[in-house]
């Protein structure tokens, strides 16, 4: 695991169990969803020393010379990349495991390749066309001449680069003209944002572990929207993440029940899953999310590279749902990279 530059580190014998924990870097303006980074770097940290790792956590800055100076003081196994945000811009997701790459480090998770096609939802989404996995009509600026928005159909705004719920408006529009005009506006303010088709129906949140170097598809999580009036659309907005008091969050609920005539429907969905999976050159751990409309028919709404693991996150209830313990998580995660590497 030696860096890029002849002879610029040596590696030596006596410490083989550092791992630095790279993580987002957090500022005094970071939002509640840019701070549960910490949680997760915490959560890996427990279970790194667990598993007899000698882990730091370390902010990640986009500075090479400071990194390399990091490399040479720790000397570690690997890199933990838990870097979704730089300057609190998701277009940045792919530069650390760039720099990874280029330092020849190992490092956890998906590879800058596949972190970028799918964090880039209109690649992601095209990506889908391509390969005939289904995922709901959409269009941005630049494709907007190509579609017809039909009498029934509605769309909802979503951030091309954005995770998290960011920038999701709650809200539904059906008048081809304003949403282009406000796409416009958001291109103005510098954001990129794109219009999909709301699908009205279910909605699942499937997470995939790479368990003995293999896409294990982990028991299905529903997200039950509780009582929410008929005007109001069936979305998990940013709100519904992260705001406790919100009307959102206290009436959205995940659920793992399961049911036989839904076995069908599930048998579908670990397929497109494993598809998925093997398109985009995944590994580690990764969430796909679903909507499901009333004709039972499955649509891919988004590809989530290395979601978060910490105590509340929807990945560890699905793998707790597995009877997977949180060091055998950790391991899986670290065999699948060795395999990699």
């Known amino acids: 695991m030696l860096l890029g530059q002849k002879n610029e580190i040596k590696k030596f014998s006596f410490v083989k169990k ?19 980074v910490l949680e997760e770097a915490n959560f890996f940290f427990q279970n790194l020393q667990k598993l007899n790792y000698q882990p730091i956590i370390l902010p990640f800055e986009v500075n090479l010379q400071q990194i390399i100076s990091e490399i ?53 989404k095209d990506l889908f066309l391509r390969y005939e996995i289904p995922t709901p009509k959409y269009f941005s600026l630049t494709t907007s001449n190509e579609i017809n928005i039909e009498k029934n159909e509605q769309f909802l705004l979503k951030s091309r680069w954005e995770h998290a719920s960011i920038g999701l408006e709650n809200k539904l529009f059906n008048d081809k003209t304003l949403i282009i ?87 579908e969905l670990k397929f497109i899953c494993e598809k998925i999976w093997k398109v985009f050159s ?31 996150s929807g990945f560890l209830a699905a793998t707790e749902q597995a009877h997977l313990s949180h060091t055998e998580i950790i391991s899986q995660i670290i065999k699948d990279m060795n395999k990699n590497f």
């Not at 924990?21 to 840019?34: G, M």
């Not at 720790?74 to 495991?97: C, D, Q, R, S």
């Not at 580690?284 to 499955?298: A, C, L, Q, T, W």
């Open 18 to 36: 550092n791992v630095i924990i790279y993580h987002s870097p957090i500022s005094e303006a970071s939002t509640k969803d840019d701070l549960d």
């Open 181 to 267: 005009n406000k796409l416009e506006n958001y291109l103005k303010e510098g954001k990129e944002f794109f219009a999909e088709k709301y699908i009205d129906g279910r909605e699942f949140n499937i997470s995939i572990l790479s368990l003995d170097s293999k896409p294990f598809v982990l028991p299905f999580a529903e997200m039950k929207f509780i009582d929410f009036p008929n005007e109001k659309p069936k979305i998990i907005s940013y709100d519904a993440k992260w705001n406790e008091n919100s009307f959102d969050y206290q009436h959205t609920q995940r659920s793992f029940e399961t049911s036989e005539k839904d076995s069908e429907l599930f048998s």
């Open 72 to 124: 040479k003081i720790h000397y570690p196994e690997f890199v933990v990349n838990l870097v979704e945000t730089i300057n609190g811009n998701g277009k940045m997701i792919a530069v650390a495991p760039l720099i990874f790459e280029h330092l020849k480090l190992k490092y956890t998770g998906n590879s800058a390749e596949s972190i970028f096609k799918t964090s880039d939802k209109l690649i992601a």
């Open 282 to 312: 995944l590994r580690g751990y990764v969430r796909v999310d679903f909507r499901i409309d009333k004709n039972n028919s499955p649509y891919v709404l988004e590809v989530n590279t290395n979601p978060c693991i910490s105590l509340d």
